[in-house]
Nanobody, 117 residues
Framework: QVQLVESGGGLVQAGGSLRLSCAPS????????MGWYRQAPGKQRELVAR???????DYADSVKGRFTISRDHGKNGVYLQMNSPKPEDTAVYYC???????????WGRGTQVTVSS
């Protein structure tokens, strides 16, 4: 059974930095696409960033220029470097992965990120 485990969440001051990590357990194949979503209280879950094999990346407009997604192919994992976070970035962040964009079926349980002003 494949599980995605997030780590690195916590409390950070606005303008600081934080790095989220996601690593799978139980996977016998490599994920071709991995990404991060977030959900703030009272809001729908939204895409933050995703990365495919090769040079494909996709970012939400709200995080472009501040967040960077990257892969760790050796660990079949993914990172999200959050620079200059804002209070509106406060949310539970979820790791998402799959064989391709149409099969993003694996989710982590989420890690809380709180940005203080």
């Amino acid at each position: 059974q494949v599980q995605l485990v997030e780590s690195g969440g916590g409390l950070v001051q606005a303008g600081g930095s934080l790095r989220l990590s996601c690593a799978p357990s139980g996977a016998t194949f490599s994920f071709n696409v991995m990404g991060w979503y977030r959900q703030a209280p009272g809001k729908q879950r939204e895409l933050v960033a995703r990365v495919g094999s090769g040079v494909y990346t996709d970012y939400a407009d709200s995080v472009k220029g501040r967040f960077t997604i990257s892969r760790d192919h050796g660990k079949n994992g993914v990172y999200l470097q959050m620079n200059s976070p804002k209070p509106e970035d406060t949310a539970v962040y979820y790791c998402n992965a799959g064989r391709n964009l149409a099969q993003m079926e694996y989710w982590g349980r989420g890690t809380q990120v709180t940005v203080s002003s």
